[in-house]
Each structure stands twice: as C-alpha cells, then as structure tokens.
C-alpha cells in the first residue's frame, strides 16, 4: 500500500465525521430555533392580551367616571332641593340628606377603592401595568424575529456545507447561530438594548 492510497482510505472516514459534526450542529440549531419559535409566539401573545386588557381597563376606568359623576351630580341636585325648600318635613329631609351622603360617599369609593382593588387609581395602576407587560413583550418581539433567521439561515448553509463538505460554509453557519442565539437570549433575559432592534 502505498502514500496515496492510504490517503484515498483516510478522506472518507474524515468526511464521514465532518458530516457527523454538522449533522449534530443542525440538530442543536433546529432546538434554538424551536425555542426561539416559543420565545416569538409568546411574546406576540403577551403583546395582545396585555393591550386587549390595558384597553378593557381603561374603559372600565371611562365607565368609573362617569357613574362617579353621575352620583355626584345627583348629590348636588338633592342639594339643590334641600336648599329650595326649607320647609320640607324633617322625615323628608332626613330621607334626601341620607341619599346625598350615599351618592357622595359611592363617589369616593370610585375615586379609591383598596379593599375591592375597583377603584379609579386602582383600576388606572392596572392599567399601567398592562401597558408595561405590552411594551415589554414589544421590545423581545423583534429580537425572537431576528434570532429565528439567522438560525434558518444557518441551518440551510449547514445542510449546504454537508453536501460541498465545506468547512468554511459551516463555520459561517455556526457564527450566523452563535449570533441567532444570543438575539433569543437577549429575547428572553433583555440584558441589552439594541436600537436597531427596537
């Protein structure tokens, strides 16, 4: 046997491992694009339905204020009639006086309710935070998007560095995931803001 045939024997057990590794590298690849997929498709969910629900309380917040309004215009009114009539039956007048105090006191109980947390301040305070839980799955959303592109792209050049058994094409994959992959960390943990990203 001599140099080159030993050669011809040793390529295709070299090739065989390249294909190995790279068949192992697409496969982690393809569980941080799932994972990644996961991170996206939360973070869309979470975006509606903390809007959704930042919307539905701001309107309960609208509809708050308008029956505290309401009470305390009807109070006034009452008022109003006490003052007009002064000689309205003490029983009557005892009757008016209870209902203002009722009317006002209800509209302060929809300025700040703590105990049934249905309050105006505490039905605002969910709002905000609604809204906060929104602009922050806003701000992963794009990193999820980014990360899921780079990782398909690295998938497709390493199943292309397979078939060329291109080492080069498959370091250009890894870099492309190494970079896919730390935009979905980023994703998840936001430990940096990226302007160009959101």
Do not use: C, H
Not at 88 to 100: H, V
Not at 138 to 165: C, G, K, M, N
């Amino acid at each position: 046997m001599d140099a080159n045939d030993a050669r011809d024997m040793m390529e295709p057990e070299a090739a065989d491992r390249f294909k190995r590794r790279a068949a192992v590298t697409i496969a982690v690849m393809a569980m941080l694009l799932a994972i990644t997929g996961l991170g996206g498709s939360n973070a869309g969910k979470d975006m509606v339905n903390n809007n959704i629900q930042a919307s539905n309380l701001y309107a309960f917040y609208q509809a708050k204020y308008a029956r505290q309004v309401s009470f305390q215009l009807a109070a006034n009114d009452l008022e109003l009639a006490l003052a007009r009539d002064a000689a309205m039956p003490p029983d009557a007048k005892a009757a008016i006086e209870k209902r203002m105090k009722e009317y006002r006191d209800t509209a302060t109980r929809y300025e700040s309710d703590p105990r049934e947390k249905d309050g105006k301040k505490e039905i605002l305070a969910l709002a905000k935070e609604a809204e906060t839980a929104r602009d922050v799955a806003a701000r992963r959303d794009p990193y999820f998007d980014y990360a899921e592109a780079l990782l398909q792209i690295a998938i497709v050049l390493s199943s292309v560095a397979i078939i060329a058994t291109s080492a080069p094409l498959l370091l250009i994959a890894n870099v492309l995931a190494g970079l896919g992959t730390l935009l979905m960390l980023n994703g998840y943990l936001l430990w940096v803001r990226l302007p160009m990203l959101e």
